[in-house]
């Protein structure tokens, strides 16, 4: 990974988890960057029902993953740079960005989800696997207490506010609405998988879908 990713910052947020999420350092020399990578555009979709809670209407909204042609290899979403935030980087086209690693594996690793400051509205995020046999599902789970508080105090002084979610049924994450800050938003947390694999985030919003691609290696990752 580029020096200016090497956020001072981010590797001692890392080092409170390392002990949780194995080696949760990013850039390790072993690492297997995805081979691949494109835009994933945002699609708009239709304005949360009036009468229903949000979450409940973002639940109802359909899982539409982008598709991989028969002979075609997984290919991870384009990162951006956030610039000032700390991570500074993160997949994705916004809103809502994944960040934490560069290169994923199935033994689990630290994970954020980073909300730009310009959208404090709620947030389902829901998993898929694109290819394979569809059934190997990818497990996000949020840090331990003591960890995750350190952590928050740690990214409130770099503009980010370490929010929770709601744990929903069939793995997913629920981010509910904020009043409107300067601040950006993060989840924290461990994302794992039951295998190698292509996989993804669909991430609902008021009106809009949001597809983050990844590609997780087999196993641990490198010694960090």
Not at 68 to 79: D, G, I, P, R, Y
Not at 132 to 159: C, F, I, M, Y
Request: aromatic fraction near 8%; include cysteine; glycine fraction near 12%.
């Amino acid at each position: 990974m580029s020096t200016a990713r090497s956020v001072t910052h981010f590797v001692a947020l890392v080092g409170l988890t390392a002990g949780v999420a194995g080696c949760g350092v990013v850039g390790y020399p072993a690492a297997v960057p995805p081979a691949h990578t494109q835009v994933f555009r945002s699609e708009p979709a239709s304005p949360l029902p009036a009468g229903v809670d949000a979450l409940t209407g973002l639940q109802q909204r359909p899982m539409r993953p982008p598709t991989l042609a028969s002979n075609e290899t997984c290919s991870a979403s384009s990162q951006a740079d956030l610039k000032a935030m700390a991570p500074n980087y993160g997949a994705g086209v916004g809103p809502v960005y994944m960040s934490g690693q560069d290169s994923w594996y199935s033994g689990g690793q630290t994970a954020l989800l980073m909300v730009d400051s310009q959208y404090s509205g709620p947030l389902l995020v829901r998993s898929f696997q694109l290819g394979g046999d569809g059934k190997s599902t990818v497990t996000l789970t949020d840090l331990p207490s003591p960890a995750n508080a350190n952590a928050t105090d740690k990214e409130r002084q770099h503009g980010v506010s370490v929010v929770p979610a709601v744990q929903t049924t069939g793995g997913g994450l629920y981010l509910g609405a904020v009043p409107p800050t300067s601040f950006w938003r993060a989840w924290i947390g461990t994302l794992a998988t039951v295998r190698a694999g292509c996989f993804g985030l669909q991430v609902d919003g008021d009106v809009f879908t949001e597809f983050i691609v990844f590609e997780v290696n087999p196993g641990n990752p490198p010694p960090g």
